[in-house]
T-cell receptor
Framework: NAGVMQNPRHLVRRRGQEARLRCSPM?????VYWYRQLPEEGLKFMVY????????ESGMPKERFSAEFPKEGPSILRIQQVVRGDSAAYFC?????????????FGDGTRLSIL | RKEVEQDPGPFNVPEGATVAFNCTYS??????FFWYRQDCRKEPKLLMS???SGNEDGRFTAQLNRASQYISLLIRDSKLSDSATYLC???????????FGSGTRLQVQP
């Protein structure tokens, strides 16, 4: 019974490169959420997706960031032209359905470091 | 003002002590409440949901006061393994996204 799977665990990029972070939800979960945690800060919501749809992207920066959750395959968080300030831990969570009181289960996260 | 506020700590307590964490939230359109625990920058793990009537899970007791917009977590008989950051988490009506507090750090000492 695999949990939420994220890869890579660690990702190093130089300024200006692209970063692609992947997330496979728990089996049976169709809702995916991305959060970012900056050093010494709490988690901040970025985007909520269901298969092939972005439901809420109110936490996503307007530029350089995009997310998708295709019909087949994992959810992808893509950061173009990375900058030093993008260095953070990016966590993905999933839940089984659309009821607000269902807890979300988190993956191990991807630690992104920008050189 | 932050939507979810917690005392950052750290709380340094001896083994066996009872410790309580408090959390306040500002948005009255709140629906669900949780306590998560996070170890050393690892992923947050659900500790317990918080129900209006209060609930207990072993050594952990959670309370919710909707009128005061206040949530608490009580840990009895602290263990070394309880050392972690405890995150107060709220979800709002109409939004699936979770809103996290910055966390309260607990260090249980031998």
């Amino acid at each position: 019974n695999a949990g939420v799977m994220q890869n890579p665990r660690h990702l190093v990029r130089r300024r200006g490169q692209e970063a692609r972070l992947r997330c496979s939800p728990m089996k049976g979960h169709s809702h995916v959420y991305w959060y970012r945690q900056l050093p010494e800060e709490g988690l901040k919501f970025m985007v909520y997706l269901q298969k092939e749809n972005i439901i809420d992207e109110s936490g996503m920066p307007k530029e350089r960031f995009s997310a998708e959750f295709p019909k087949e395959g994992p959810s992808i968080l893509r950061i173009q032209q990375v900058v030093r300030g993008d260095s953070a831990a990016y966590f993905c969570a999933s839940s089984p359905g659309g009821v607000g009181n269902q807890p979300q289960h988190f993956g191990d996260g991807t630690r992104l470091s920008i050189l | 003002r932050k939507e979810v506020e917690q005392d950052p700590g750290p709380f340094n307590v001896p083994e066996g002590a009872t410790v309580a964490f408090n959390c306040t939230y500002s948005n009255s359109a709140s629906q669900s409440f949780f306590w998560y625990r996070q170890d050393c920058r690892k992923e947050p793990k659900l500790l317990m949901s918080v129900y209006s009537s209060g609930n207990e899970d072993g050594r952990f007791t959670a309370q919710l006061n909707r009128a005061s917009q206040y949530i608490s977590l009580l840990i009895r008989d602290s263990k070394l393994s309880d050392s972690a950051t405890y995150l107060c988490v709220v979800s709002y009506t109409g939004r699936r996204a979770l809103t996290f507090g910055s966390g309260t750090r607990l260090q249980v000492q031998p």
